[in-house]
């Protein structure tokens, strides 16, 4: 099996952990792929991760966290606000929920 489709079965395995409500397992898969992955997931993969964990019944907190991070939550905004996918509530909830000063800077990017 190749390297790419081996990172492809992980980054499928940490959506189904997320379902499951395996936020553990899932941040371990995609913190390992967004390291070491030859194909790294960008805002969007990442944002489709997060959506899986609220799914499985609690969003991740430390992959929200990863993304505020790694910059990609305004880059998730714009695309959303242009209409290239929807959001869910508790995202907006989520950036809702920031520290003023972070949630400004947010805001102010998009």
Avoid: C
């Avoid at 492809?8 to 499951?20: K, L, N, P, S």
């Avoid at 898969?29 to 489709?48: C, Q, S, W």
């Avoid at 242009?82 to 400004?104: M, P, Q, S």
């Amino acid at each position: 099996m190749s390297r790419f489709v081996e990172q492809f079965d992980m980054y499928m395995q940490a959506h189904e952990a997320f379902r499951r409500g395996n936020n553990a397992e899932g941040l371990k898969a995609t913190l390992f792929l967004m390291a070491n992955g030859i194909v790294k997931p960008d805002a969007r993969h990442l944002y489709e991760l997060w959506e899986s964990s609220v799914y499985g019944g609690s969003g991740s907190e430390e992959l929200f966290l990863t993304m505020l991070d790694q910059g990609m939550i305004p880059e998730i905004l714009r695309e959303a606000k242009a209409g290239k996918f929807d959001i869910l509530k508790d995202f907006i909830d989520a950036v809702g929920r920031l520290e003023e000063d972070t949630r400004y800077q947010v805001l102010k990017a998009v």
